[in-house]
């Protein structure tokens, strides 16, 4: 139950910081949703850092890994989670099963949004 509380306690952190991210001036006039990219590469980046820091040093606190990985990165982005998870298929020798992995993620996830779209409308 406390490595739910502290999942949860991350998870505040990385939500709270996602959301004011929507607040920084961008314009933008093209449509492109750039906020979200980068929100999504600085996601990946934190992930990729703190998994290889824990991995190095061997002695990081399980408790904080999960604050840090599953909490505020989770919280921020989900994004980053299936970029870790693509990288350790590839890292794994499972390059097929990762681009696998990565097409249906893509395209069953926009399915799903469109799918849930129609279903509220009805």
Do not use: D
């Not at 607040?23 to 850092?49: E, H, M, V």
């Not at 399980?62 to 998870?85: I, R, Y």
């Amino acid at each position: 139950m406390l490595n739910c509380l502290f999942v949860g306690m991350g998870g505040f952190v990385g939500a709270t910081a996602r959301y004011l991210c929507g607040f920084i001036p961008i314009p933008q006039k093209s449509g492109f949703p750039f906020i979200t990219l980068c929100i999504n590469f600085l996601g990946a980046l934190l992930i990729g850092w703190i998994s290889g820091i824990s991995s190095k040093s061997g002695g990081m606190n399980p408790q904080l890994v999960l604050f840090l990985k599953t909490g505020v990165c989770g919280g921020f982005t989900t994004f980053s989670t299936f970029a870790l998870e693509s990288t350790t298929l590839i890292e794994k020798g499972k390059t097929g099963m990762a681009l696998l992995y990565m097409g249906f993620s893509v395209i069953v996830c926009i399915a799903a949004v469109m799918a849930g779209q129609k279903i509220a409308v009805g």
